[in-house]
């Protein structure tokens, strides 16, 4: 009886609140029907009468309490307005109601903050819009911070209330089945607070994203990190599908930045204070200190508190948060701001607008007035999406309107489950299409959907200090970071991540530098540092074994190096030096197998002499290198001055056979020139051969006297004596080098030539030389390994044919040790590989890396690496063979091939100029009748060409007088050369010769042919006489050949 009164007190009080709401919000008269409200009789639910309400104010949303104690237990769940002429009405017209879901957790900041938005976009869309005819009806369920709860509820309101749409859920695991139930529904399931990407369209695609998706901050994140240079970042997320959504993302983009994700730490959403401090615990025995913190507002009010009370809110740590925690900033209490002074963090960018700040002040006094409690309240970006979303769907209800807007119900069977007995929305399809079309600018940017989703136009970056966050910068896809925001297209402007870009920051420890991303942790082991144990060259790596305490003594070269180089790094490294040896204390494996073993986590790093290569920084980082680099041969060494054909080394064959072939062309190319028109060219054949071969090769000293007549040939000698002058001056250039510069030579020089013999070559054992080996073609069975200078030495004395090498192949660095301790004796060919060098071994993507190699630049550049060079190598300089030996290079054919392709242009073109000449002069015989076959045209044709050309012994005759009347031994005469037939062949009238030429000169003859036969016994004879008063003289026909008849008259002028 007494629970009974107590129920009925209870419905009263229920009822009088409405009453009071009602009256509050409504100035119009409404009916309002309250549901679900029964007294324990099951009465019918109660009617009010209202006072008038705005027209635009159709549903009460809000949770209302009812006895007066500020709780929320008490809650009208489903309010609908009714007017006197039925649900509403604008200017005689019925309003149509359009019925729509609401499912959040009121008991978040989220779904406080998205609740109260979603009533004030209702308001504001309505105020807005009067004229529009539908109303939504919202069905408003809370959710309890439950995802089983949550599901319910959107099943009660797809089964019973049949709304068209539903607004949430508001986590992402609730969402993603409401999202598959809405396909099965036809509903459109939006919501404006599940960010992880694991839900989409694509999966689900009546689910809607009205914000953004987790995973568009991705580079944001990874922009900020590549800009401040931090190798390695651990990934802190809570363990729910909104912290576990994002995280593959995450990973991948750090792998695209070569940014190491070394672990993981995963915080369930209960968890205690003891649980999250043990976590933070075993975070701090690890060297990353850069830290992402992927997690919900209700977890990060207890995670930061305790990460400051761990001491990890410090210098040297970086904390970055992503923007769903960093959009709820201003609604956590000032203690847990404290807690997190140095965070950096990234939320949406919205606009400033005129309507946001109006919005602002009317959502901060209403939300204050709701919730008293709250120390600070803005609205985050989740309230403006709320705000946002429920404006888009009251945009897609007018234009989707409520014809249809009924459920087909499938038909039932026995047993049938809840889910079975659900109907399919007739109108849902066009809903959710009017949402993917809707456009408007909204207050939290445009509201316009791209995949089912909002899309990103800027991050802004900020960075918590004081009692609230400071901008810094902002991030954009197109811009990256930038200082100041541009959302205009700029060709000029490229994509940037430099935090030059960026504003100061005020790190954790209220500190102003940029925190290096890692440090050694206090109290962790020591660093196993693994080391070579050498057979030979011990002076880079030395391991002894300590006989009192029997521990491993490891000195040398390389070991000093690291020794200095970890002294010059400005903060404490512990380490131990572990040999990598086997139980009969020799090295346990070759190089590669020890820098394996970094890839495997047995040893921390590699110190000792280990060569950078390519395919073993696939598996590890190297750091700089800091010796030389390269590997090159080592060969015994001769003296080269003996050898008795030396003056043949200066062109290679190829050279020597060309230069002759051209030398014998271009005499050949002169004699076709000059054989019709000099008889310098004429005679025996033999003698014509003589001549040519003469002619040519004279030219190499330039001792060639025969004229030349044709023009064509003098172009062709110019060119030839250019080539010739090179190519001599070349020779006696290299030749002087090889018999003054070069003293010794190596037997070897050319590692062709060792594969061609079949000689035996050496390395050094364990070394990667030998793979190297195997590449350039060597034949596995002569490579011979050795492991001390001392047996390359005897196997270089030896030879490969008396069971010893040819040459050896190994680095640089030790070859010069080698060649210090046997100078003389050997020189260095090569390089025959180039490596980067001798470097130190850390693990892939290691922070320690950047440090240790700006490190080695400090000591390698310094006076300490000089000191260490010489207390393990001595003064290598004093060895003057410890380098390459100086050679001469043999002249190639290569080096001259554009001149002889010149000089051989210009041959063969003087050449067809002159035949083609030839043949067209003498092209009657090839008309002529008189020859019957090519064959015997072809031999008229030589013999034409072998015949003396008329017109050039004309030429030359003439030329010969007139220089013999140039000499001034006529006075005015006229000669007149005859044939023995009487033809006139040449008449010359000379000038008055000067009275000192002497009688006594000797007579001079120039060869003539007369008669054709190419033979030079005719000559003219130019015989002068004191004798002869009236100054005549004669010029004589002097006849060699006795069968050939010849006269010659000269007339003196005043005699004709």
């Given at each position: 009886?007494?629970?009974?009164?107590?129920?009925?007190?209870?419905?009263?009080?229920?009822?009088?609140?409405?009453?009071?709401?009602?009256?509050?919000?409504?100035?119009?008269?409404?009916?309002?029907?309250?549901?679900?409200?029964?007294?324990?009789?099951?009465?019918?639910?109660?009617?009010?009468?209202?006072?008038?309400?705005?027209?635009?104010?159709?549903?009460?949303?809000?949770?209302?309490?009812?006895?007066?104690?500020?709780?929320?237990?008490?809650?009208?769940?489903?309010?609908?307005l009714f007017s006197k002429w039925g649900f509403s009405q604008k200017n005689g017209v019925g309003l149509a109601e359009f019925k729509a879901g609401v499912?959040?957790?009121?008991?978040?900041?989220?779904?406080?903050?998205?609740?109260?938005?979603?009533?004030?976009?209702?308001?504001?869309?309505?105020?807005?819009?009067?004229?529009?005819?539908?109303?939504?009806?919202?069905?408003?369920?809370?959710?309890?911070?439950?995802?089983?709860?949550?599901?319910?509820?959107?099943?009660?309101?797809?089964?019973?209330?049949?709304?068209?749409?539903?607004?949430?859920?508001?986590?992402?695991?609730?969402?993603?089945?409401?999202?598959?139930?809405?396909?099965?529904?036809?509903?459109?399931?939006?919501?404006?607070?599940?960010?992880?990407?694991?839900?989409?369209?694509?999966?689900?695609?009546?689910?809607?994203?009205?914000?953004?998706?987790?995973?568009?901050?991705?580079?944001?994140?990874?922009?900020?990190?590549?800009?401040?240079?931090?190798?390695?970042?651990?990934?802190?997320?809570?363990?729910?599908?909104?912290?576990?959504?994002?995280?593959?993302?995450?990973?991948?983009?750090?792998?695209?930045?070569?940014?190491?994700?070394?672990?993981?730490?995963?915080?369930?959403?209960?968890?205690?204070?003891?649980?999250?401090?043990?976590?933070?615990?075993?975070?701090?025995?690890?060297?990353?200190?850069?830290?992402?913190?992927?997690?919900?507002?209700?977890?990060?009010?207890?995670?930061?508190?305790?990460?400051?009370?761990?001491?990890?809110?410090?210098?040297?740590?970086?904390?970055?948060?992503?923007?769903?925690?960093?959009?709820?900033?201003?609604?956590?209490?000032?203690?847990?701001?404290?807690?997190?002074?140095?965070?950096?963090?990234?939320?949406?960018?919205?606009?400033?607008?005129?309507?946001?700040?109006?919005?602002?002040?009317?959502?901060?006094?209403?939300?204050?007035?709701?919730?008293?409690?709250?120390?600070?309240?803005?609205?985050?970006?989740?309230?403006?999406?709320?705000?946002?979303?429920?404006?888009?769907?009251?945009?897609?209800?007018?234009?989707?309107?409520?014809?249809?807007?009924?459920?087909?119900?499938?038909?039932?069977?026995?047993?049938?489950?809840?889910?079975?007995?659900?109907?399919?929305?007739?109108?849902?399809?066009?809903?959710?299409?009017?949402?993917?079309?809707?456009?408007?600018?909204?207050?939290?940017?445009?509201?316009?959907?791209?995949?089912?989703?909002?899309?990103?136009?800027?991050?802004?970056?900020?960075?918590?200090?004081?009692?609230?966050?400071?901008?810094?910068?902002?991030?954009?896809?197109?811009?990256?970071?930038?200082?100041?925001?541009?959302?205009?297209?700029?060709?000029?402007?490229?994509?940037?991540?430099?935090?030059?870009?960026?504003?100061?920051?005020?790190?954790?420890?209220?500190?102003?530098?940029?925190?290096?991303?890692?440090?050694?942790?206090?109290?962790?082991?020591?660093?196993?540092?693994?080391?070579?144990?050498?057979?030979?060259?011990?002076?880079?790596?030395?391991?002894?074994?300590?006989?009192?305490?029997?521990?491993?003594?490891?000195?040398?070269?390389?070991?000093?190096?690291?020794?200095?180089?970890?002294?010059?790094?400005?903060?404490?490294?512990?380490?131990?030096?572990?040999?990598?040896?086997?139980?009969?204390?020799?090295?346990?494996?070759?190089?590669?197998?020890?820098?394996?073993?970094?890839?495997?986590?047995?040893?921390?790093?590699?110190?000792?002499?280990?060569?950078?290569?390519?395919?073993?920084?696939?598996?590890?980082?190297?750091?700089?290198?800091?010796?030389?680099?390269?590997?090159?041969?080592?060969?015994?060494?001769?003296?080269?001055?003996?050898?008795?054909?030396?003056?043949?080394?200066?062109?290679?064959?190829?050279?020597?056979?060309?230069?002759?072939?051209?030398f014998i062309f271009t005499g050949f190319v002169v004699w076709v020139l000059e054989h019709s028109i000099n008889s310098e060219f004429r005679g025996p054949?033999?003698?014509?051969?003589?001549?040519?071969?003469?002619?040519?090769?004279?030219?190499?000293?330039?001792?060639?006297?025969?004229?030349?007549?044709?023009?064509?040939?003098?172009?062709?000698?110019?060119?030839?004596?250019?080539?010739?002058?090179?190519?001599?001056?070349?020779?006696?250039?290299?030749?002087?080098?090889?018999?003054?510069?070069?003293?010794?030579?190596?037997?070897?020089?050319?590692?062709?030539?060792?594969?061609?013999?079949?000689?035996?070559?050496?390395?050094?054992?364990?070394?990667?030389?030998?793979?190297?080996?195997?590449?350039?073609?060597?034949?596995?069975?002569?490579?011979?390994?050795?492991?001390?200078?001392?047996?390359?030495?005897?196997?270089?004395?030896?030879?490969?044919?008396?069971?010893?090498?040819?040459?050896?192949?190994?680095?640089?660095?030790?070859?010069?040790?080698?060649?210090?301790?046997?100078?003389?004796?050997?020189?260095?060919?090569?390089?025959?590989?180039?490596?980067?060098?001798?470097?130190?071994?850390?693990?892939?993507?290691?922070?320690?890396?950047?440090?240790?190699?700006?490190?080695?630049?400090?000591?390698?550049?310094?006076?300490?690496?000089?000191?260490?060079?010489?207390?393990?190598?001595?003064?290598?300089?004093?060895?003057?063979?410890?380098?390459?030996?100086?050679?001469?290079?043999?002249?190639?054919?290569?080096?001259?091939?554009?001149?002889?392709?010149?000089?051989?242009?210009?041959?063969?073109?003087?050449?067809?100029?002159?035949?083609?000449?030839?043949?067209?002069?003498?092209?009657?015989?090839?008309?002529?009748?008189?020859?019957?076959?090519?064959?015997?045209?072809?031999?008229?044709?030589?013999?034409?060409?072998?015949?003396?050309?008329?017109?050039?012994?004309?030429?030359?005759?003439?030329?010969?007088?007139?220089?013999?009347?140039?000499?001034?031994?006529?006075?005015?005469?006229?000669?007149?050369?005859?044939?023995?037939?009487?033809?006139?062949?040449?008449?010359?009238?000379?000038?008055?010769?000067?009275?000192?030429?002497?009688?006594?000169?000797?007579?001079?003859?120039?060869?003539?042919?007369?008669?054709?036969?190419?033979?030079?016994?005719?000559?003219?004879?130019?015989?002068?006489?004191?004798?002869?008063?009236?100054?005549?003289?004669?010029?004589?026909?002097?006849?060699?050949?006795?069968?050939?008849?010849?006269?010659?008259?000269?007339?003196?002028?005043?005699?004709?």
């Amino acid at each position: 009886m007494r629970l009974a009164v107590y129920v009925m007190l209870w419905i009263r009080l229920v009822i009088s609140q409405a009453i009071s709401v009602v009256s509050k919000y409504l100035s119009k008269q409404y009916w309002v029907a309250v549901k679900w409200m029964t007294a324990p009789n099951a009465q019918t639910p109660v009617g009010i009468r209202g006072a008038e309400a705005p027209t635009h104010v159709n549903a009460l949303q809000s949770p209302d309490n009812t006895d007066g104690n500020a709780a929320p237990e008490d809650k009208i769940s489903d309010v609908h307005l009714f007017s006197k002429w039925g649900f509403s009405q604008k200017n005689g017209v019925g309003l149509a109601e359009f019925k729509a879901g609401v499912v959040l957790d009121f008991e978040t900041l989220v779904g406080k903050m998205g609740l109260s938005c979603i009533r004030m976009g209702l308001e504001d869309f309505y105020a807005a819009h009067t004229d529009y005819t539908t109303r939504l009806s919202l069905h408003i369920r809370d959710s309890k911070n439950d995802v089983v709860v949550a599901a319910s509820a959107a099943l009660d309101l797809l089964k019973n209330v049949e709304v068209q749409a539903i607004i949430g859920p508001q986590k992402s695991a609730a969402a993603d089945f409401v999202a598959k139930v809405g396909v099965k529904t036809q509903v459109p399931i939006i919501s404006f607070s599940a960010t992880s990407p694991s839900l989409s369209s694509s999966r689900a695609p009546y689910f809607i994203r009205t914000a953004q998706n987790d995973s568009s901050q991705v580079k944001a994140i990874t922009a900020i990190v590549q800009a401040f240079a931090w190798r390695e970042v651990v990934l802190i997320y809570e363990d729910t599908d909104y912290g576990t959504g994002v995280i593959p993302y995450l990973t991948d983009a750090f792998q695209d930045i070569n940014t190491q994700v070394p672990f993981r730490s995963v915080i369930p959403l209960q968890a205690t204070d003891d649980q999250i401090l043990r976590e933070l615990y075993k975070l701090m025995t690890r060297q990353t200190r850069v830290f992402v913190v992927h997690i919900s507002s209700s977890l990060a009010v207890r995670f930061f508190p305790k990460v400051k009370e761990a001491g990890m809110m410090s210098t040297d740590y970086v904390w970055i948060i992503t923007d769903g925690l960093t959009d709820l900033l201003d609604l956590m209490g000032s203690s847990v701001i404290d807690s997190m002074q140095g965070v950096l963090g990234l939320k949406p960018y919205v606009a400033k607008s005129k309507d946001l700040d109006d919005f602002t002040v009317r959502w901060k006094r209403k939300f204050r007035q709701e919730n008293p409690d709250a120390e600070r309240v803005e609205p985050s970006i989740f309230g403006l999406w709320a705000y946002d979303t429920v404006w888009a769907l009251a945009m897609a209800a007018e234009r989707v309107g409520t014809a249809n807007s009924h459920f087909q119900k499938p038909k039932t069977i026995e047993n049938s489950t809840e889910l079975e007995t659900l109907g399919v929305s007739q109108v849902g399809p066009k809903l959710l299409d009017a949402i993917l079309k809707t456009e408007f600018h909204g207050l939290s940017s445009e509201f316009r959907l791209i995949n089912g989703e909002l899309q990103p136009l800027a991050f802004q970056i900020v960075n918590v200090m004081g009692k609230g966050a400071r901008e810094i910068g902002f991030w954009t896809p197109t811009y990256g970071i930038s200082r100041n925001l541009n959302l205009n297209t700029d060709p000029e402007k490229t994509y940037s991540a430099s935090k030059d870009d960026l504003a100061p920051v005020f790190w954790p420890g209220e500190s102003t530098s940029v925190p290096k991303g890692w440090m050694i942790p206090t109290g962790e082991k020591k660093m196993r540092i693994g080391v070579p144990v050498k057979y030979g060259f011990r002076e880079f790596v030395k391991v002894e074994q300590d006989s009192r305490t029997n521990a491993s003594i490891v000195t040398g070269f390389s070991i000093d190096v690291f020794k200095a180089v970890i002294e010059t790094l400005p903060y404490a490294v512990p380490y131990e030096l572990i040999p990598f040896k086997g139980p009969d204390e020799h090295m346990a494996g070759s190089y590669n197998d020890l820098v394996y073993q970094v890839h495997l986590q047995k040893y921390d790093a590699v110190a000792g002499d280990i060569t950078i290569t390519a395919n073993r920084s696939s598996y590890v980082d190297f750091t700089l290198p800091y010796t030389e680099s390269g590997v090159s041969m080592v060969a015994p060494m001769r003296e080269d001055r003996k050898n008795a054909w030396i003056f043949l080394k200066p062109l290679t064959r190829d050279l020597w056979l060309v230069s002759w072939a051209f030398f014998i062309f271009t005499g050949f190319v002169v004699w076709v020139l000059e054989h019709s028109i000099n008889s310098e060219f004429r005679g025996p054949a033999s003698e014509q051969l003589g001549m040519t071969m003469w002619f040519s090769f004279s030219t190499l000293v330039f001792a060639n006297k025969e004229r030349v007549v044709s023009n064509l040939s003098r172009f062709v000698l110019i060119i030839w004596f250019f080539v010739v002058l090179v190519l001599t001056s070349s020779y006696t250039a290299s030749l002087t080098s090889m018999l003054t510069v070069e003293r010794l030579q190596p037997t070897v020089t050319d590692v062709a030539e060792l594969i061609k013999n079949g000689d035996y070559v050496g390395y050094q054992r364990t070394s990667f030389v030998f793979g190297l080996l195997k590449e350039m073609k060597f034949d596995e069975s002569k490579l011979r390994a050795y492991g001390t200078p001392e047996e390359f030495d005897e196997a270089l004395i030896n030879g490969s044919k008396n069971g010893g090498v040819s040459a050896i192949f190994h680095e640089v660095p030790y070859i010069k040790l080698f060649l210090s301790k046997y100078c003389g004796k050997y020189s260095m060919v090569g390089p025959i590989h180039p490596t980067a060098g001798f470097g130190f071994v850390f693990p892939k993507g290691s922070p320690l890396v950047p440090d240790v190699s700006r490190a080695i630049l400090n000591v390698t550049q310094g006076d300490r690496m000089v000191t260490i060079q010489k207390a393990w190598f001595g003064d290598q300089t004093t060895c003057v063979n410890q380098g390459p030996t100086v050679t001469s290079q043999r002249l190639a054919l290569d080096s001259f091939s554009g001149l002889f392709l010149i000089t051989g242009f210009a041959s063969i073109s003087a050449l067809t100029i002159f035949l083609a000449f030839f043949l067209f002069k003498n092209r009657g015989i090839f008309t002529n009748a008189q020859y019957d076959s090519i064959w015997e045209r072809f031999i008229a044709i030589v013999k034409r060409f072998d015949q003396m050309d008329d017109s050039a012994d004309r030429s030359r005759m003439i030329e010969s007088i007139i220089t013999l009347l140039d000499l001034g031994l006529f006075t005015t005469c006229c000669c007149r050369m005859m044939a023995p037939n009487g033809q006139t062949l040449v008449r010359i009238e000379g000038v008055e010769a000067p009275t000192h030429v002497n009688a006594a000169q000797s007579p001079m003859s120039i060869p003539y042919d007369t008669d054709g036969n190419n033979a030079p016994e005719d000559e003219i004879s130019y015989v002068h006489s004191d004798a002869s008063p009236s100054g005549e003289g004669t010029i004589q026909l002097r006849n060699m050949n006795p069968n050939t008849a010849l006269s010659t008259q000269i007339v003196d002028e005043n005699q004709r």
